[in-house]
């Protein structure tokens, strides 16, 4: 069944009607509405690219949230091979918010790491709706440090509405480990990709994306804070969210022109859950683009290129 987001509802209506007559017709094999169908479909599609032409900050927010779209597992399984999941930090606890492991791109070795959101009511519970605890942070910690002493490539999938804020999470250090994760990504001496494939969300995104390359899907959204907890903060008003996500300049393209993203993605019409192996597979393209760039450079050469990417952060959208 189709999850239409509220500004969808004129498009759910037509393709809903479209379907009604072909459900009609499978019953009835004397009807003949294909004809009928056919025009509902491609008043569907017109409407759906207007929809789409120029999306707001804050529909692009709920796009980036779709329950449909491809999660973190749904990448790991269609782009990695020899996938080999490694569990816990070796400290508290295994954090399932948190996937990750060694595997194969394009039969080169990696580890990958990232937020998984869940896909239905269980795993999205499991996974706590891809908010990270301390100890998430902490194994992906392991997994960076497991990466640059073998030398392998450090691919990170970021999909999150922030770390975890719960009383537990707070007690066991949660700040601190999303700030050694962070400066772990400042260390490591191996190529760190990052794509941000729905959510990136405050720290808890940071402490992944903090890369020598950063892609954005085309309707995902990174910023440091929610609108919403933007909008709370600034009016007292969560409802006020829109202008929040306006204020934020939160999209792909926003940031590409900071300099904060070097690459988006560009998405099938209507979203990354429209069709989401064309999606999976653009990003794949994407990761191994970007890898390529960085096959010649030394471990010294690629911590002093991600760290003076990130001092001179937004110096592209001053001097514009």
């Known amino acids: 069944m189709t999850h239409y987001l509220d500004f969808e509802k004129p498009l759910a209506e037509i393709e809903g009607k479209a379907e009604e007559l072909r459900n ?3 019953a009835n094999e ?8 056919a025009a509902l479909d491609r008043k569907a599609q017109d409407l759906l690219k207007d929809l789409y032409k120029k999306l707001t900050p804050w529909r692009k927010c709920q796009v980036a949230r779709h329950p449909d779209r491809p999660h973190c597992k749904d990448y790991i399984e ?26 194969r791109f394009n039969d080169r070795p990696v580890m990958v790491i990232g937020h998984e ?14 908010m990270a605890r301390p100890e998430g942070y902490r194994k992906a910690i392991r997994l960076m ?21 719960g009383k537990g999470a707070e007690e066991r250090g949660q700040s601190e480990a999303i700030a050694r994760s962070t400066e772990k990504c400042l260390q490591i001496g191996v190529p760190l990709v990052s794509v941000i494939i729905g959510e990136g ?37 969560a409802e006020k969210m829109r202008e929040a996500a306006e204020a934020l300049r939160l999209t792909a393209q926003d940031l590409l022109k900071l300099g904060i993203a070097d690459r988006v993605i560009a998405e099938p019409l209507g979203g990354a859950h429209r069709d989401p ?4 597979a653009a990003v794949g393209q994407t990761i191994a683009a970007m890898l390529a760039e960085m096959d010649d450079m030394k471990p010294k050469a690629l911590v002093k290129a991600r760290r003076e990417k990130f001092l001179n952060m937004g110096a592209r959208g001053l001097a514009a």
């Open 145 to 165: 440090d497991m990466a640059d002493r073998f030398g392998l490539p450090v691919i990170t999938l970021v999909d999150t509405p922030g770390a975890y804020p």
């Open 78 to 103: 269609a782009l990695f091979t020899e996938y080999t999941p490694l569990a816990g930090d070796r400290g508290f606890a295994d954090d399932h918010a948190v996937m990750g492991g060694l595997a």
């Open 24 to 26: 009609m017709a499978r």
């Open 201 to 237: 969300g405050s720290g808890g995104a940071v402490a992944f994306a903090t890369a020598n390359r950063v892609a954005m899907l085309e309707h995902s959204v990174y910023s440091v804070i929610s609108p919403e907890g933007c909008a709370s903060i600034l009016w007292k008003d």
């Open 30 to 37: 004397e009807m003949h509405v294909e004809d009928e169908a």
């Open 117 to 130: 959101k869940g896909n239905d009511t269980q795993s999205r519970i499991e996974r706590n709706f891809g």
């Open 277 to 280: 192996e064309a999606s999976i």
